[in-house]
């Protein structure tokens, strides 16, 4: 499979995402319009995101997009807080979501908290600000970024 780029100009949010929610809001939409023009609003989305700045960009995509969307938030080895429980929408695309990339460190760990629990998971689409990262153990078939 081909993966489709999709460029936004949204080169990075500036973090902490929460802290600087007015000065990302209009790139925020930008990434969410992108997607949006990808999947139909009868399409269910599954938004995978980690951290809160990952979780503020799922949330916001959530009253931005006309789709039926569910938020799972895969957390950080260690964290206590709440649960790691997720359950994806069985008929709805797998999106990761996430704020920046560097290492690509965090799309890896949530793809690998992801394929124990559905080992035959199919990443559909990556968002991200920021540029292209690097070696991913899945080709997904949209990339969303810079």
Known sequence: MKTSFITTGVDRLNYPIGHHINDNKDDIEKLAKALGKIYPKDINLNLICRGSSGAIIAGMFVLLLPNHCKIIHIKKEGESSHSNY???????????????????????????????????????????SGHRCCYLPFTPKYYICY
Do not use: Q
């Not at 709805?92 to 799309?107: A, E, L, N, P």
């Open 86 to 128: 997720f359950d994806l929408d069985a008929s709805g695309k797998v999106v990761i979501v996430d704020d920046f990339i560097i290492s690509c460190d965090t799309i890896k760990s949530i793809y690998n908290s992801l394929i124990i629990k559905y080992p035959d998971i199919k990443i559909d689409c990556l968002c991200l």
